[in-house]
């Protein structure tokens, strides 16, 4: 194994080292949606998308509230989502956010701390912009997840695709793979937060929506996802692509 080559086209090094935010609405993105909706209730509320991208999910919550603020590191999908009529995007780091203490009443982070430069800092802004009583909601990878779903890096070249077992592997091995993205541990995702003002109100793992599969594989696909999301219920729910963790300002 080597260090990551600089050589990448710009579009697939951008890819590997920020992901790629969702650029279209299916039964996935639409179920996280109703997720968020559950666990911190929109109607009405001040709302900042942690990490945007081209303003999907913004768009979509404005079927709640119309007080809806995003922000992106990323210029060029914040220019995407302007073109496409979406309005309150905001360029602005994680570490380091334009708004004020107490600006908003709920905080939604979609696989996006994996990115930051600084996770822990990124967790401290959540923080400090929530209102009292305000919630942040987070998805983030789970290190128990079969896949490392943002590929790999081997012998200085990256490698795009889900890839087997490569977060179950010991951290010196699995980081020197991944070193573009991070996935967690209950313990590591929760601990970012210690320190902070606010208290725990439901950590918990989900599993995909599938929407690909489902789309190739139709009744068979439906099956998988079916099976899959009924694992939430059971202590299968701890090998989920994603932690959901909701914390609350106090």
Known sequence: MSEPSDALHPSTAKAAERGNPSFVWRAGQERRLAMLNAVAPLAGKRVLEFGCGIGLYMRE????????????????????????????????????????????????SNEVLEHV???????????????????????????LYPFETHGIYWRGQYHFGNKLLVNWLPDVIRNALAPHVRAYTSRQLRALFDGAPVRLVLHT?????????????????????????????????????SHLLVVEKV
Do not use: K, W
């Not at 995909?208 to 694992?231: C, E, S, T, W």
């Open 205 to 241: 793992q989900v599993y995909p929506g599938f929407d690909n599969i489902v789309a190739r594989a139709g009744l068979a696909g439906r099956a998988l996802r079916a099976a899959a999301h009924r694992f939430e219920s059971s202590p299968l729910r701890a090998f989920g692509l």
């Open 117 to 143: 430069v600084d996770d822990r800092a990124a967790c401290r802004e959540m923080a400090r912009v929530l209102r009292p009583g305000g919630r942040a909601v987070i998805f983030a990878p789970n290190r």
């Open 61 to 108: 919550i404005r079927r709640y509230t119309p007080h809806v603020f995003g922000f992106d590191i990323e210029i060029e999908r914040l220019q995407t989502g302007r073109a496409a009529g979406g309005t309150g995007l905001l360029a602005a780091a994680a570490e380091r956010l334009p708004f004020a203490d107490n600006a908003f009443d709920v905080v939604f």
